[in-house]
Each structure stands twice: as C-alpha cells, then as structure tokens.
C-alpha cells in the first residue's frame, strides 16, 4: 500500500515524485508506460542541446496517437512523449511562462486562488536562472534556465531582429520578464553543460532516485483506477509482458497528459454518462467536462532559403533561438496574443539546414476540441479532434501572422540574408520526409544540392517540390486562398491542455477542484497540463511544472519560501 500512486511519468509525474518522496514517511510510486531516462541513459538525440530529432523516434511517442486539427485537415499522426520525462525529454527545450493575466483568467474561469501572485512563488521555485535575478526570478531550482549568448545566434536570426526592430518591435532582455510585445533572446532550459535536462533528471536525480520510499516503474501500462465506492485505491497496470497487476494506494494522481488523462478518467467510469454507457463502461460519476475544453496553440510558418553566409556556424546549437512577440489587435483578443519562433534552421537534416523560418502561433487561443474514448481498452487510443480554427479569432490571427512574416522577411535589410520566401507548416509530408532513414536521406540530399545550385530557378523549385504550386504572393494577394491554405495547413504546437479543468463545484463542465482533486469521487487528483482552464501564452511545460510544484504543496501541506534577491539583467544589445 503506498501513500502516493502517480500514474504518469512526464513532466508533472517527475516533479510529483521528486517533491512527495522529499518527506521520508511517505511512500511513492511512480508507473510510466515508456522506457526510463536518466542523466546516464539519455541517447545523444535526447541529450542534444539541438533538439531536433528526439521526437521522430517512434520509441519517444505514442506510435498509433493520432489527431485531427481542424475541418478541413486530414487526421494525422500527433506526436506525444512515452517515456519517463514526458514533453521535457523531447520538446524544443523552451523556458517561458506566459502572461500574468493568464493566471489572473484561470481565478476568474473558477480555478480558486490560481492567479499570478500565488503561481509566480512556485515558478522562482522551480528554476535557476542563469542570467536574471530579482522579484521575477528564481536561483535554486532543479530547471537551469538561460538564453543563448549573442555571438552564437545566427546571422539569419539577427537579421530578422533586425528587420523587426525597423518596424517597431524592439529587442528586450528578458522573455520572463515584464509582460510586453517585442523581440526576445529565447529562454531555454539546458544544463550547465547545455545539454537537455528532462524532470526526469534534474528533479529525479541520482539523490531523489536513491530514496527508498521512492519506486519507479517504467515500461507498465495503466488500464484502469481501482475504486473502493466512490474512493480511488489504486490502479490496475499491464506490465510489459502482457500480465496484470493491482497497485494499492491511499492517494492516486493521474499525470498521463492531457490526451491520456481523460482517456484513463473515462475507463475507469469518470466522464460523460451516455457515452461510457455506450462503451460499456460502468459510470462511477457522472462529469460531462472530462475530455472537452481541450486546447492548442495553431500553428503556421513562413520560411526562406538561406544563402551560405546566413546558415548558423554552430550546427548543434539550439534552433529556437529568439521570439516576437506581439498584440494581433483584433477585438476580443488579449495583448501578446501572438508569438512567432525565429528558427535558425528548419531540421535536424540537410534541407532544414538550409532554411531559416519563422514558426507562428496563436498565443491566446480560443477554439476549442474534444478527446472521446475510441473503446474501452487502454491499447486504443483515444479520438482527438482539436477543433482548430473553430473560432474564428485563430483563423484570421493566423493569416495575419502569414503577412506578418512576409512582411519580416521581405524587408530590403533581409536580402543578403535570405533568399526564395515561402509559406510553411508542419505538415504530415514534412514531417515523413524528416524521419531518419537511408530513403529519405537521398531524397532529402538530392534536394539540398539542386538547392544551393538552382540560382534563378529556385523559387519554382521550392514551388514545384515543396509547396506544391502554392506561392507567398498568391496568399497575400488571395485571401481566399490564404484562408484555403491555413485551414487545409494549419499545425499545432505540441502543448494539449484543458481536458480536465480545474473550476467550480457548480460548473458542470469542470472535473476537479482547484486542488486538483476530481469531483464526484475521493482520493483522486489529476496533475499535468489538462488542468488549466484556459491556454497561457507559452509553451506549455513550464507552466505544467509550476502546477506540479504547487499541486505537491498542496498534497503535502506546505508553502514555498518567497523570498525576493537582488536583480540583475543581461543586455542582449549587439
């Protein structure tokens, strides 16, 4: 019998065990269904400051997961981390939190006492940053947080500082700073060797992992929770070869995600009545809210080729290297609504060598989708449809950053940095002929070299081979055919959320109450991202482990320390 049984090993999982073993008399269990990774097992592409290639190993991600984007999208593969470490251990190490209104929101959409002056403690708990100090910061957390230094961003990624400091969005220091539109150095989460520090390192480090009331089991499958009546005692798991096993408990805390966290809650008889009926299940209660309310930042990109004086010299240095921020001024939208990712280059092979991007998103998104059981077997994963662009805010939010981005790349102080412009996704295509293997190499080989060579002819080139017949001009001079291509294109960003959201007893849609804690039944939490009410503006893993901080607080019984050290800055002026 544990006290503490966490289903879910990803970046709230680690962070739960970490903080609940830290009391010595309470018994935890960790069950993750991917492989362990630690600070002596990471393989080189997860280890990688370039985080390219870790989540195109299909023993990273759940290999049948699969969802839908909008309408007028095909259902395509989505990819979410499977193993211990979850979306810190393959993501592209991005360290933001967002704006203080958007804590503010989550207060206000019925998430008690979540707001920004009770969030910011736990986020100077959880990080050290490398170069900030002060009221906003914190100096001895397990995420080591910095920016990259000014001689390694790439002569592309200055340059379009550049140009957008011509048009009035000035450089400023720090991402995680005051709330404010504008350029930034981006913060990124590596260890002092710059290597990637996933929370199962540097929270489950080789001293949390020694504990001996802490056990960790990787590769096991969670088919249901056990209950009691109404009160959550455990779980069934599936081990690796095929067997079952009952784990008991006095607390369960569900960690799988914002896509498998309502998938478990509704296999073990916790969602909407009617449709668990007609799968089978068992309705244990009744709460209409698990698996809606699910969210996404919708994604586009603009790109361009660029010439060899504008390619990064230091291949293996983090991509992401800055970010735009900036307010979309539509009515009904928020300041910062928009964030635009400056790419020194567009892949881990050859041809994304070749390109520099800027990869946009709806910071504040507002369409809404939908995660429902496919059956009631734990090895069928669930039906996502995102929903994308149902709002019609997102929409044209993202044609604006389409001219937004042409506008960037177009300007005279871009051309000896950059050369063809074209529009750009994450696209199924895109994403098969990045996968590593020897077809693809040759292909991918072929390309880049007809690139660097084809001089006048490489705007129809990447016409004919890339884009297929779609071109930046026709967009811009279309707008039905802009609102064809973003439809028909439209990405994601890798951060679902909301799917069991935090809120009031008498709201109908919420699933647990602002502890966590899932309404209807006792002993249960859920912890990860499906928590927040509403999507912030940033990547989402960092605010996911800020909840986790908070959430093992509030398990535990205890506060933060909220002590304010001197400030410093760091002038990222060239």
């Known amino acids: 019998?544990?006290?503490?049984?966490?289903?879910?090993?990803?970046?709230?999982?680690?962070?739960?065990?970490?903080?609940?073993?830290?009391?010595?008399?309470?018994?935890?269990?960790?069950?993750?269904?991917?492989?362990?990774?630690?600070?002596?097992?990471?393989?080189?592409?997860?280890?990688?400051?370039?985080?390219?290639?870790?989540?195109?190993?299909?023993?990273?991600?759940w290999q049948t997961l699969k969802a839908r984007m909008s309408r007028s999208a095909t259902t395509r593969r989505y990819e979410q981390a499977r193993l211990l470490g979850g979306g810190s251990a393959i993501n592209a190490l991005m360290a933001n939190r967002g704006a203080p209104a958007d804590y503010d929101e989550w207060e206000a959409l019925g998430a008690s006492g979540w707001n920004w002056r009770t969030c910011l403690p736990y986020f100077r708990a959880l990080e050290t940053d490398c170069d900030f100090s002060g009221a906003l910061h914190g100096s001895d957390g397990p995420v080591r947080i910095q920016r990259t230094p000014w001689p390694r961003i790439s002569p592309f990624v200055r340059a379009v500082l550049g140009s957008l400091a011509e048009s009035g969005h000035a450089l400023h220091d720090d991402q995680n700073g005051p709330w404010q539109d504008g350029a930034f150095i981006g913060s990124i989460a590596v260890s002092a060797k710059g290597e990637r520090i996933p929370t199962s390192v540097c929270y489950l480090d080789d001293a949390a992992r020694a504990r001996s009331n802490l056990t960790i089991r990787t590769g096991e499958v969670v088919e249901r929770i056990l209950f009691d009546g109404k009160r959550a005692t455990g779980a069934r798991i599936v081990r690796a070869d095929g067997t079952r096993e009952d784990l008991k408990a006095h607390r369960v805390i569900v960690s799988a995600g914002a896509i498998h966290s309502p998938a478990l809650l509704m296999r073990s008889g916790i969602g909407p009545a009617d449709e668990l009926a007609s799968l089978g299940i068992d309705v244990l209660a009744d709460r209409p809210g698990v698996g809606r309310n699910l969210m996404e930042h919708p994604s586009i990109a603009v790109s361009a080729y660029l010439p060899r004086a504008a390619r990064t010299p230091f291949a293996d240095e983090h991509h992401e290297q800055a970010i735009v921020r900036f307010s979309s001024g539509l009515p009904n939208t928020v300041q910062g609504d928009m964030h635009g990712a400056i790419l020194s280059r567009s892949g881990w092979h050859s041809v994304g060598y070749r390109l520099g991007t800027i990869f946009f998103w709806v910071n504040k998104s507002y369409s809404r989708g939908r995660v429902t059981l496919a059956s009631a077997s734990a090895f069928d994963e669930p039906d996502v449809d995102f929903a994308m662009l149902s709002d019609s805010r997102d929409l044209e939010r993202l044609k604006l950053a389409l001219r937004f981005g042409a506008s960037v790349l177009s300007s005279p102080s871009m051309n000896a940095h950059r050369d063809a412009i074209f529009p750009s996704s994450y696209s199924p295509r895109v994403a098969a002929v990045a996968v590593p293997g020897t077809w693809n190499a040759v292909q991918r080989g072929a390309l880049s070299a007809l690139l660097d060579i084809a001089g006048p002819l490489r705007s129809p080139l990447i016409e004919h081979v890339v884009t297929q017949g779609v071109t930046i001009d026709e967009l811009l001079e279309?707008?039905?055919?802009?609102t064809a291509f973003v439809k028909r294109s439209?990405?994601?960003?890798?951060?679902?959320?909301?799917?069991?959201?935090?809120?009031?007893?008498?709201?109908?849609?919420?699933?647990?109450?602002?502890?966590?804690?899932?309404?209807?039944?006792?002993?249960?939490h859920v912890c990860d991202a499906s928590l927040m009410p509403s999507i912030p503006c940033a990547n989402t893993n960092v605010p996911t482990i800020m909840i986790a901080e908070r959430v093992a607080d509030v398990l535990r019984g205890t506060a933060h320390d909220r002590r304010e050290p001197a400030t410093h800055t760091l002038n990222y002026a060239p």
């Open 478 to 482: 279309d707008d039905h055919a802009m």
């Open 1 to 61: 019998m544990f006290d503490y049984l966490i289903l879910g090993g990803g970046s709230a999982g680690c962070v739960l065990a970490a903080r609940l073993s830290e009391d010595a008399h309470a018994s935890v269990c960790l069950v993750e269904a991917g492989r362990d990774i630690s600070a002596h097992t990471m393989p080189d592409a997860i280890r990688s400051r370039y985080p390219g290639r870790a989540y195109l190993d299909t023993r990273n991600i």
């Open 490 to 524: 439209v990405g994601g960003t890798w951060h679902p959320s909301g799917t069991c959201r935090m809120g009031a007893s008498d709201d109908p849609l919420a699933v647990t109450d602002a502890r966590g804690a899932v309404y209807g039944v006792e002993g249960l």
